[in-house]
């Protein structure tokens, strides 16, 4: 017996695929994120390769689903460029962009100050 998921194509409509016609995609830090499916209905056929991948948003249990009928799950790591440590100044304000998302906004604010960067 296989398995066969149901998934909504925004042009299709409900359509049903195969584990292997799926990707689930989560972010490292989230419960959430997405699955992408690739469409071969009719309604495609006149474009290149007749087919279209689609995108859907999915819950954590959504995904653990998926992943349990044999889909694919893809972590997305976020990638961190890491300084030395933080009483180091920036050379530029563009050295300043590496921390904006890792340090919080009054310890971004001491070492600009402190780089005397304007």
């Not at 989230?30 to 309604?43: H, I, K, L, P, T």
């Not at 440590?85 to 971004?108: K, R, V």
Request: charged share 30%; aromatic share 8%; glycine share 6%.
């Amino acid at each position: 017996m296989s398995i066969r998921i149901t998934g909504k194509c925004h042009e299709c409509g409900e359509v049903t695929f195969s584990p292997d016609d799926v990707r689930a995609y989560r972010h490292e830090e989230q419960d959430d994120g997405w699955y992408e499916f690739r469409c071969s209905a009719s309604v495609h056929s006149a474009s290149e390769d007749s087919s279209q991948f689609v995108q859907r948003p999915a819950t954590g249990k959504v995904l653990d689903l998926l992943v349990g009928c044999g889909v694919d799950l893809v972590v997305i790591t976020p990638v961190y460029e890491s300084r030395p440590s933080d009483s180091t100044p920036y050379e530029n304000a563009d050295d300043a962009l590496i921390d904006l998302y890792t340090l919080d906004e009054g310890a971004l604010w001491q070492k600009i100050e402190k780089a005397n960067i304007k």
